[in-house]
Nanobody
Framework: QPRLEESGGGSVQPGGSLRLSCAISGPKYDTNYMAWFRQAPGRERTFVACIDWKDDNKGYSDAVKGRFTISQDNTQTTIFLQMNALKPEDTATYYC?????????????????WGRGTEVTVSS
């Protein structure tokens, strides 16, 4: 089974930026689509952004569109989430996820493979 490991979380002031990384290792089956989700304390896990390795198609939630950018490296082993203009409501644990299939899903239940998450805190 593929393994996902997130990094790059931390604390930042409102308006600041962070760049998250998700490295994939092991066999890459069932990983056509990669996504970022986030979960704030006491809240459900929600979709942030997704990308497909082959065509580099991308999708974003309305909450982050125009502020966050998802990308991949040229070896198809790492995806990134560049987060700009961060707001306190972006505070959450950010998870990387992978799935097979024909489209980028916004449902967490459609992703069988997950990393352990990295924490992002936006506070003054």
């Amino acid at each position: 089974q593929p393994r996902l490991e997130e990094s790059g979380g931390g604390s930042v002031q409102p308006g600041g930026s962070l760049r998250l990384s998700c490295a994939i290792s092991g066999p890459k089956y069932d990983t056509n689509y990669m996504a970022w989700f986030r979960q704030a304390p006491g809240r459900e896990r929600t979709f942030v952004a997704c990308i497909d390795w082959k065509d580099d198609n991308k999708g974003y939630s309305d909450a982050v569109k125009g502020r966050f950018t998802i990308s991949q490296d040229n070896t198809q082993t790492t995806i990134f989430l560049q987060m700009n203009a961060l707001k306190p409501e972006d505070t959450a644990t950010y998870y990387c996820a992978a799935r097979d299939g024909l489209f980028c899903s916004k449902l967490a239940s459609n992703y069988p493979t997950w990393g352990r998450g990295t924490e992002v805190t936006v506070s003054s």
